[in-house]
């Protein structure tokens, strides 16, 4: 009797433990069933919320054709730039190549300046040699009028005119001139002789190398005076 009341006690408690055993899982498969709905319903109110921010930003029915023409437009400017990267280094080149001839433009341009400056420096310094030496002709006339009885004259355009007379005493008063002037090297320069004399280019080359304007004149004077025919 005992035995059998045993084997009962088992099968109660075997029953009791699949009972809790099948709530248990039906409970677990709830609550993933429920879990899966929640997941479900999720992703479709998701995907909902994207397809209507998708349709408002499409509302705009150019919108791709913009995209697409300002990819076209970043082709282009990205082509645009390459062509013009690779012309870069001959670009600078040339800009290089035009910054030293400016350089040696500016450094000729200057050197010009300065020989200017100076040459314009030396005529100054010339005229005013030439000036004082006129001036110095004009200051001893008296000697030359005294000692070889020639007469200055001051001509227009810093010239001198010596006029010799007494050379014929038949004709004393008869003149015999020749005009000189001093050129822009400092020379002396004979611009008229008359009576022309053919011994007046060596007379004024003697002058220039001698610079003894006194034996000049009294070698001009003695050629005037062999013009005279004797009688």
């Known amino acids: 009797m005992a035995s059998i009341n ?17 709530k248990l899982i039906s409970k677990v498969v709830g609550e993933m069933v429920d879990t899966e709905t929640d997941l479900h319903i999720s992703h479709r109110q998701s995907v909902k919320a994207g397809f209507e921010s998708c349709l408002k930003k499409c509302k705009d029915e150019t919108l791709f054709e913009t995209i697409e023409v300002y990819e076209k437009d970043l082709a282009q400017r990205s082509a645009i730039l390459k062509e013009k990267s ?6 600078i080149s040339e800009t290089e190549e035009k910054i030293l001839i400016k350089e040696s433009l500016l450094q000729k ?4 300046k300065k020989e200017q400056s100076k040459h314009k420096d030396l005529i100054v310094a010339q005229n005013k040699a030439n ?10 006339k008296q000697v030359f009028q005294d000692c070889l009885k020639v007469e200055i004259r001051k001509i227009q355009g ?11 005493h038949r004709d ?28 007046m280019p ?6 220039k190398e001698t610079n003894n304007f006194s034996a000049f004149l009294a070698n001009v ?11």
């Not at 029953?15 to 055993?21: P, T």
């Not at 060596?202 to 002058?207: F, G, H, I, K």
């Open 6 to 22: 045993d084997t009962d006690a088992v099968e109660c408690f075997t029953n009791m433990l699949e009972e809790i055993r099948t």
């Open 86 to 91: 690779r012309e870069l280094p001959e670009v």
């Open 109 to 112: 341009i200057d050197r010009l």
């Open 131 to 140: 000036k004082d030496r006129l001036k110095n002709l004009h200051k001893v």
């Open 158 to 168: 810093e010239k001198l005119q010596f006029v010799f007379r007494n050379l014929d």
């Open 172 to 199: 004393p008063e008869s003149a015999y001139t020749f005009m000189l002037q001093i050129n822009e090297e400092g020379a002396y320069q004979i611009e008229s002789c008359s009576p022309p004399l053919e011994c």
């Open 202 to 207: 060596q007379l004024e080359q003697r002058l």
């Open 221 to 231: 004077r003695k050629e005037f005076k062999a013009l005279i025919p004797e009688k």
